[in-house]
């Protein structure tokens, strides 16, 4: 079941957010005391609190069985560069390891993409850390593709930006 987060879902998105990017990160040659510290906790709780107060953000939960299983975070796009006329922006997307593998992420997926037809928007952005592998095979499986923009990230590996193109699938 797929429901709007609200304030009562902050420390549970937190928590879910903090396991899930310490996998791929710590994968990718950060430290897990860097990833878990208190501090590195407290700013991603702010930034969800941010999000769900956000009048320009949707955020998400997947639920399954009582648990919190994924979220999503999407709505306008972060850089200046992109049209926020016709592209919106999948800002997040994180499902439980536990619940990896059961179509969780590919429903989140959809209702991303139902968020930018409900919207006449006809394309996507979102940012992936070049290290995690596996997040760039499942938006490739979604017909996402770089589009040639990058910055830097941390562990001196970039974030690229990928596209997706609704009107090339339409």
Same mark, same amino acid.
């Given at each position: 079941?797929?429901?709007?987060a609200n304030i009562d879902d902050l420390d549970g998105i937190t928590d879910l957010h903090t396991h899930t990017r310490t996998a791929y990160?710590?994968?990718?040659?950060?430290?897990?005391?860097?990833?878990? &510290?208190?501090? =590195?906790?407290?700013?991603?709780?702010?930034?969800?609190?941010?999000?769900? +107060? *956000?009048?320009?953000?949707?955020?998400?939960?997947?639920?399954?069985?009582?648990?919190?299983?994924?979220?999503?975070?999407m709505g306008e796009p972060a850089d200046a560069d992109v049209d926020a006329a016709t592209t919106g922006q999948l800002h997040q997307i994180?499902?439980?390891?536990?619940?990896?593998?059961?179509?969780?992420?590919?429903?989140?997926?959809?209702?991303?993409?139902?968020?930018?037809?409900?919207? &006449?928007?006809? =394309?996507?952005?979102?940012?992936?850390?070049?290290?995690?592998?596996?997040? +760039? *095979?499942?938006?490739?499986?979604?017909?996402?593709?770089?589009?040639?923009?990058?910055?830097?990230?941390?562990?001196?590996?970039?974030?690229?930006?990928?596209?997706?193109?609704?009107?090339?699938?339409?």
């Amino acid at each position: 079941m797929l429901r709007v987060a609200n304030i009562d879902d902050l420390d549970g998105i937190t928590d879910l957010h903090t396991h899930t990017r310490t996998a791929y990160y710590r994968a990718g040659g950060i430290p897990e005391a860097e990833l878990t &510290s208190p501090e =590195a906790r407290s700013e991603r709780r702010d930034a969800w609190l941010r999000a769900l +107060q *956000s009048g320009n953000r949707t955020v998400l939960c997947a639920v399954r069985q009582g648990e919190l299983a994924g979220i999503l975070s999407m709505g306008e796009p972060a850089d200046a560069d992109v049209d926020a006329a016709t592209t919106g922006q999948l800002h997040q997307i994180h499902v439980r390891q536990g619940s990896r593998g059961q179509g969780i992420g590919s429903e989140l997926h959809a209702a991303f993409v139902l968020f930018l037809r409900d919207a &006449s928007l006809t =394309a996507g952005v979102l940012e992936v850390w070049e290290r995690n592998a596996r997040a +760039q *095979s499942f938006y490739a499986r979604h017909g996402w593709s770089p589009d040639g923009h990058c910055r830097p990230g941390p562990a001196d590996a970039n974030y690229i930006r990928l596209r997706l193109d609704l009107s090339a699938s339409t």
